[in-house]
T-cell receptor
Framework: GQQLNQSPQSMFIQEGEDVSMNCTSS?????WLWYKQDPGEGPVLLIA?????ELTSNGRLTAQFGITRKDSFLNISASIPSDVGIYFC??????????FGAGTRLTVKP | DGGITQSPKYLFRKEGQNVTLSCEQN?????MYWYRQDPGQGLRLIYY???????QKGDIAEGYSVSREKKESFPLTVTSAQKNPTAFYLC??????????FGNGTRLTVT
C-alpha cells in the first residue's frame, strides 16, 4: 500500500535549535500519530491527533492535524541531545488501514 | 506495568530454517499486528488479527504465518519461503480507544 511522504529524511541541528518535520499523502486520514524510535528499540507514541485542524502539545513537542486531513507536522522546540532518534508519522485511514512515513533521522550536536 | 513483550531481542538462523518470533501483550487489546522494518522504509504490515482465532494478511504476508489462539499472544513464523527474511520485526497492539503500541522488536538475521 501507499506509504506516507515524510520529510526531511534526516536533520543535523545544533542543541537549542527548533526542528520541524512533516508528512503528506494523497489520501485522507482520520487519525495522525507521531512516534519516536531509538536504535534497536520499538517506536514510542509521542502525540495522537484525531480531528482536522487539531494542534496538540506534549512538552517541547507540538503536532498538528492538517485541515485537509492529508498532512501533519511535528515541531520540536529547543532541541536537546536526548531528542536524537528517528521520528515517524502514521496515518489511519477510514478503512482502518495504517500507513507509515519512512522516518526522519534527527541528530543533535551539543 | 502493561506492555508488549517481544522475544528474543536478537535471533540468528541458517537459511532454510523456519523461525518463530514471540509477541505477548497484557494490555487487554483486541487487535495485534506484525510489521517489518527495513532501513529507509516505512513499516510494512505482515499480518494482523482483530480477534482471537482470526487473522488477515497484510501487504507482505508471503513467506510468513501467524496464529492467534489466545488474546495475549500473536506469534509470527518466518518460513524458509520468505526470500529476504533478515529484518527488524515489530509487534503492535491496539483497541478502539488506544492507538497503536509497539513492542521493542526482534532483529532477525538469516545467513
Amino acid at each position: 500500500g501507499q506509504q506516507l511522504n515524510q520529510s526531511p529524511q534526516s536533520m543535523f541541528i545544533q542543541e537549542g535549535e527548533d526542528v520541524s518535520m512533516n508528512c503528506t499523502s494523497s489520501s485522507i486520514f482520520n487519525t495522525w500519530l507521531w512516534y519516536k524510535q531509538d536504535p534497536g528499540e520499538g517506536p514510542v507514541l509521542l502525540i495522537a491527533l484525531y480531528k482536522a485542524g487539531e494542534l496538540t502539545s506534549n512538552g517541547r513537542l507540538t503536532a498538528q492535524f492538517g485541515i485537509t486531513r492529508k498532512d501533519s507536522f511535528l515541531n520540536i522546540s529547543a532541541s536537546i541531545p536526548s531528542d536524537v532518534g528517528i521520528y515517524f508519522c502514521a496515518g489511519l485511514l477510514d478503512n482502518n488501514d495504517m500507513r507509515f512515513g519512512a522516518g526522519t533521522r534527527l541528530t543533535v550536536k551539543p | 506495568d502493561g506492555g508488549i513483550t517481544q522475544s528474543p531481542k536478537y535471533l540468528f538462523r541458517k537459511e532454510g530454517q523456519n523461525v518463530t518470533l514471540s509477541c505477548e501483550q497484557n494490555l487487554n487489546h483486541d487487535a495485534m499486528y506484525w510489521y517489518r522494518q527495513d532501513p529507509g522504509q516505512g513499516l510494512r504490515l505482515i499480518y494482523y488479527s482483530q480477534i482471537v482465532n482470526d487473522f488477515q494478511k497484510g501487504d507482505i504476508a508471503e513467506g510468513y504465518s501467524v496464529s492467534r489462539e489466545k488474546k495475549e499472544s500473536f506469534p509470527l513464523t518466518v518460513t524458509s519461503a520468505q526470500k529476504n527474511p533478515t529484518a527488524f520485526y515489530l509487534c503492535a497492539s491496539s483497541n478502539r480507544v488506544s492507538p497503536l503500541h509497539f513492542g521493542n522488536g526482534t532483529r532477525l538475521t538469516v545467513t
